[in-house]
């Protein structure tokens, strides 16, 4: 069965740092989603992502952070300057979307830790 | 965003059916109610979606009345892996998933 992959499955940096998380969709998949999780919290939608550009962002999703499809299979969502506050749970999801709904295949997830 | 409520958690033992209602009072024309599960440290699982009346697949069972106003999330002869969280979700024509709270489901023995 396909799946979504996310790598590095865990990532440590400090504060103001840059970091990269990278996510792999299911290959026929045509939208992306990031989610993130902090710790004991809800689920949190950042950002969706259609035909190269974003398509609704949440008020999470500010300016340190942005995604991009640089090629045929990867997505990647970068943030600029990390805060303490980011760390959490970061998910990749993927969608096709059809006329009955829209299942939403996500990732087993990176764990970013700021310290 | 209309909300979803649901209970916050249900206890069940091995091998019984487990019923998860959510409310969704405000639901929209054109939405569609999705049940997700999560484990500990995972990524939520997709495991039934439904417009109105019954659902079955090889997983779960969804039951959405006449009005659309709530819905229930049935699970035949749960097993100790079925410990876990359950979201019910509204999903509008954004598609994005707005996640609440969820239902811990915990399965003993």
């Known amino acids: 069965e396909p799946e979504v992959t996310q790598t590095p499955s865990h990532q440590v940096t400090q504060m103001g740092q840059e970091v990269i998380l990278r996510c792999v969709p299911i290959s026929n998949h045509l939208y992306f989603y990031w989610y993130r999780q902090i710790l004991g919290q809800k689920v949190e939608f950042l950002v969706s992502f259609y035909n190269n550009e974003i398509s609704e962002k949440s008020e999470i999703f500010d300016d340190q952070f942005s995604v991009e499809r640089p090629d045929g299979s990867n997505f990647t969502l970068k943030i600029r300057s990390t805060k303490l506050e980011d760390s959490a749970m970061y998910f990749c999801?993927?969608?096709?979307?059809?006329?009955?709904?829209?299942?939403?295949?996500f990732g087993p997830g990176t764990r970013l830790t700021v310290t | 965003l209309a909300k979803t409520t649901q209970p916050i958690s249900m206890d069940s033992y091995e091998g019984q059916e487990v019923n998860i209602t959510c409310s969704h009072n405000n639901i929209a024309t054109n939405d569609y109610i999705t049940w997700y599960q999560q484990f500990p440290s995972q990524g939520p699982r997709f495991i039934i979606q439904?417009?109105?009346t019954k659902v079955t697949n090889e997983v779960a069972s969804l039951f959405i009345p006449a009005d659309r106003k709530s819905s229930t999330l049935s699970l035949p002869r749960v097993s100790l892996s079925d410990t876990a969280v359950y979201y019910c979700?509204?999903?509008?024509?954004?598609?994005?998933?707005?996640f609440g709270s969820g239902t811990r489901l915990l399965v003993r023995p």
């Open positions: 979700l509204r999903m509008d024509s954004s598609y994005k998933l707005i």
């Open positions: 999801a993927s969608s096709e979307r059809t006329s009955g709904g829209n299942e939403q295949y």
């Open positions: 439904g417009y109105k």
